[in-house]
């Protein structure tokens, strides 16, 4: 009995029980602070890539098919140079780890996009536009514990050239 009261009473090791609560706490909220920080680093990388693609792509200007060619060649081989993507030629159906870019047109003012060029009503103009397009993922250390999914990047953008 006069154990348990001296026990009791004893504060030496009080500071180590509560570390010993709150540490496992910091400490995850520290993994995913930083696991945050690598899933948005990422994203932003694929942005800027994709904003430098576009510039490259109005900088070009292609006027006909075979200069539209070669600036899309062009321009996939500097995404998966920046991106460590691999550049594809699937058009919209790409994988994960992989980058494209195609043509789309457009008739007039629809909002739709197709992928073959020329309009039912011939009075409509028709827009040209390049799209460059990346798949990627991430997979967080909580994954690993069952905690989640993989993270997924998708990034698309458009740029008229005609």
Partial sequence: MKFLKRLCRDERASTLIET?????VLVAMTLGGVEISSMVARQTE?????????????ASA???????????????????????????????EIGEGQATVYMRWRCGNNSERQAEKGCANEAQTES???????????????????IGSNFEY????????G
Avoid: C, H
Avoid at 62 to 87: F, H
């Fill in 128 to 146: 040209v536009f390049l799209v460059i397009y990346m798949r990627d993922s991430y997979s967080p250390v909580w994954t690993e514990y069952g």
């Fill in 62 to 92: 292609p006027t006909n098919q075979v200069e539209a060619d070669q600036t899309m060649a062009e321009v996939k081989a500097y995404i998966a140079q920046r991106s460590g993507l691999t550049a594809s030629n699937a058009g919209p």
């Fill in 46 to 58: 694929l942005q800027t890539i994709s904003a430098n693609a576009m510039e490259i792509i109005m």
């Fill in 154 to 161: 998708k990034v698309k953008r458009s740029v008229q050239i």
């Fill in 20 to 24: 010993a609560f709150v540490a496992p």
